[in-house]
């Protein structure tokens, strides 16, 4: 049982002290160890390898990601490695462009890797329309309406809201984060842990508040997968005014639509 885990601790536990500290998990251990392999690695890899040998691999990857992304948690590369690639590794990112062609192909699917510093990737739906309604406004999912909502009320305000803020307009919409919610049930449960952990949202302590106060952000995968142009259509349309009505947001959203999710995270 212990073998599987000697080579990480040996190889990664000096660098989880020094970089990650004593609370480093031991998936971001063995990203720490992993270094993407060079195109001639890649390439001396793969001629000791059968074709069936490399698509049996890839499809294996394709399948971990639909699994994973039925619960919209971004997929990390260590966990990828770890428990799919493995032996595989340096050949990984020929599996990875592989994968990212099955799912562009036959899924209609974009891999999108949200963080390139801690390396998490998503699928996101590349057949809807850039002018399309938005995947997440989809009204068979009032979760995902739910989300919406905070999201819009976030980039209306110019990025960055305080969570009483946010808990007021929905109490305004009839979803009490202090009472157990008919569809929801522990609503403030969903933002700040769900929403949070699927990277649509931020949830950041205001410094020397007391008491401790958060706010919201717009969260990775909502940069990614949200259409700004949408949510200015759907406010314009609830207040019975045009989208240009809104100048600043107006021009955040068509400066650079759904593909400044780096940039953006970074400013705010």
């Known amino acids: 049982m212990s073998h599987r885990k000697k080579p990480s601790n040996a190889h990664g536990s000096s660098q989880s002290t020094s970089n990650a500290g004593p609370t480093a998990t031991q998936e ?26 490399v698509d049996q ?40 462009k592989r994968a990212a062609r099955t799912f562009d192909q036959v899924f209609g699917l974009k891999m999108v890797e949200i963080d390139p510093k801690n390396h998490l990737y998503i699928l996101i739906n590349k057949l809807e329309p850039v002018t399309g309604a938005s995947p997440i406004t989809n009204p068979t999912n009032p979760k995902l ?8 009320v976030i980039f209306m305000k110019g990025g960055v809201v ?3 803020v946010v808990w007021k307009i ?9 009472e157990k919610h008919e569809e929801f ?12 952990r ?19 952000r717009w969260g990775q ?29 107006y021009q955040e959203a068509h400066r650079a639509p759904n593909s400044s999710q780096s940039g953006t995270s970074s400013q705010r």
């Open 185 to 196: 049930g522990d609503s403030k449960k969903v933002v700040i842990e769900e929403f949070v």
């Open 145 to 152: 309406g739910l989300l919406f909502v905070i999201l819009s």
């Open 162 to 164: 305080r969570e009483s």
């Open 28 to 53: 971001e251990e063995d990203d720490a160890t992993f270094t993407q392999p060079s195109t001639m690695q890649v390439q001396k890899g793969l001629e000791k390898l059968t074709p069936a040998q």
């Open 221 to 249: 995968r909502a940069e990614v997968e949200v259409s700004k142009p949408n949510i200015l259509l759907f406010m314009g349309a609830l207040h019975g005014q045009e989208p240009q009505s809104w100048s600043q947001q």
């Open 57 to 96: 691999k890839t499809a294996e990857v394709v399948q971990y990601f639909l699994v994973k992304d039925q619960k919209k948690i971004p997929i990390r590369r260590a966990d990828l490695v770890k428990h799919v690639v493995k032996e595989y590794r340096n050949i990984y990112p020929e599996i990875m």
């Open 198 to 216: 699927q990277r649509y949202l931020e949830y950041v302590r205001i410094p020397h508040t007391e008491p401790v106060e958060h706010q919201f």
């Open 170 to 178: 929905l109490k305004n919409l009839g979803v009490d984060i202090g």
